[in-house]
């Protein structure tokens, strides 16, 4: 078998074309390299070098081996960068996101970040604004896609939030009704003119949010169903149980349904992006690198 640290020092003797040069780069004497090459020559049964007043050149045989010594090499170099990629640390990055908010937003800004910074392993956590954004704040997630309803955002300048937000989006609550529906003609509906629809509820938040609208148009909505999914909500549509309140972003697309947006005042979430004040980590460009592209799929049509 012909010994791989054999084959290193013939490499060198190529390179350098002398046994003392070769030497003098392997840190051992010329005495100690004549000694590899005459085992690795006997262990061939051929000789590699020829030796003369001028150094040393190589035989067919050295040739050959000496191909094969720089093949080996390479191969022991892209062998080590592999293994040092696998044992490094790896930069992460945890985003924390709604699930009807994450579906529309975060496939196309992902699939881009991915391709810029492959090196990075991603952590996606579904979670809604009142855990998502304390998430951010202590430092569990870096970045967190989130909503509000009525009233101001969940952090302003200045104020002690820790956070930072983004707004990026309105996404309107509409009307999803059966396509046979008697009011699916109209262009925009009025609460008072729904008042004894049953409703189906894709999110446990609608619910005070749509009785406070339904107060202001003097009606007293009747709740069916309170879901914690928007499309089970419309599935419960398509079957007839009632009509439901869904946001513009997590409509279905079926044949059997339409939606109508609400007369003003109308309920609606906003949308937008939480990142920590406290940017000081070497996750911080990341997070607002990824932040960069969801604004900008947020306003793709």
Same mark, same amino acid.
């Given at each position: 078998?012909?010994?791989?640290?054999?084959?290193?020092?013939?490499?060198?003797?190529?390179?350098?074309?002398?046994?003392?040069?070769?030497?003098?780069?392997?840190?051992?004497?010329?005495?100690?390299?004549?000694?590899?090459?005459?085992?690795?020559?006997?262990?061939?049964?051929?000789?590699?070098?020829?030796?003369?007043?001028?150094?040393?050149?190589?035989? *067919?045989?050295? !040739?050959? +081996?000496?191909? #094969?010594?720089?093949?080996?090499? %390479? &191969?022991?170099?892209?062998? $080590?960068?592999? =293994?040092?990629?696998?044992?490094?640390?790896?930069?992460?990055?945890?985003?924390?996101?709604?699930?009807? *908010?994450?579906? !529309?937003? +975060?496939?196309? #800004?992902?699939?881009?970040?991915? %391709? &810029?910074?492959?090196?990075? $392993?991603?952590? =996606?956590?579904?979670?809604?604004?009142?855990?998502?954004?304390?998430?951010?704040?202590?430092?569990?997630?870096?970045?967190?896609?989130?909503?509000?309803?009525?009233?101001?955002?969940?952090?302003?300048?200045?104020?002690?939030?820790?956070?930072?937000?983004?707004?990026?989006?309105?996404?309107?609550?509409?009307?999803?009704?059966?396509?046979?529906?008697?009011?699916?003609?109209?262009?925009?509906?009025?609460?008072?003119?729904?008042?004894?629809?049953?409703?189906?509820?894709?999110?446990?938040?609608?619910?005070?949010?749509?009785?406070?609208?339904?107060?202001?148009?003097?009606?007293?909505?009747?709740?069916?169903?309170?879901?914690?999914?928007?499309?089970?909500?419309?599935?419960?549509?398509?079957?007839?149980?009632?009509?439901?309140?869904?946001?513009?972003?997590?409509?279905?697309?079926?044949?059997?349904?339409?939606?109508?947006?609400?007369?003003?005042?109308?309920?609606?979430?906003?949308?937008?992006?939480?990142?920590?004040?406290?940017?000081?980590?070497?996750?911080?460009?990341?997070?607002?690198?990824?932040?960069?592209?969801?604004?900008?799929?947020?306003?793709?049509?």
């Amino acid at each position: 078998m012909i010994d791989v640290q054999r084959l290193a020092v013939l490499r060198e003797v190529a390179r350098r074309g002398s046994f003392n040069q070769a030497a003098a780069a392997l840190h051992c004497t010329a005495s100690a390299v004549s000694q590899q090459i005459a085992a690795l020559e006997r262990g061939l049964g051929a000789p590699v070098v020829e030796r003369s007043t001028r150094g040393v050149t190589l035989t *067919g045989a050295g !040739r050959v +081996l000496v191909e #094969a010594a720089d093949a080996i090499a %390479a &191969e022991l170099a892209d062998t $080590e960068q592999r =293994i040092t990629r696998l044992t490094a640390a790896r930069t992460t990055l945890t985003v924390a996101t709604f699930a009807s *908010g994450g579906r !529309r937003l +975060l496939p196309g #800004a992902l699939a881009g970040f991915v %391709a &810029e910074h492959p090196e990075v $392993e991603l952590t =996606i956590v579904e979670a809604e604004p009142e855990d998502s954004l304390p998430a951010v704040r202590e430092g569990r997630a870096d970045l967190a896609l989130a909503y509000h309803l009525d009233g101001p955002p969940p952090a302003r300048a200045g104020d002690r939030s820790g956070l930072d937000w983004t707004p990026l989006v309105e996404d309107p609550l509409l009307v999803v009704l059966p396509r046979r529906h008697p009011l699916g003609h109209r262009p925009v509906l009025h609460l008072a003119e729904l008042a004894d629809q049953r409703w189906i509820l894709g999110c446990r938040k609608s619910a005070g949010q749509l009785a406070r609208f339904g107060a202001l148009a003097g009606v007293d909505l009747r709740i069916s169903c309170t879901a914690t999914d928007y499309e089970f909500a419309q599935s419960l549509v398509r079957s007839g149980i009632g009509i439901a309140l869904i946001p513009q972003i997590a409509l279905a697309d079926h044949p059997d349904l339409i939606s109508r947006p609400l007369a003003e005042p109308a309920p609606r979430r906003h949308l937008g992006l939480a990142l920590s004040r406290r940017r000081r980590t070497p996750r911080a460009h990341l997070a607002e690198a990824l932040a960069a592209r969801l604004t900008t799929e947020a306003r793709l049509p």
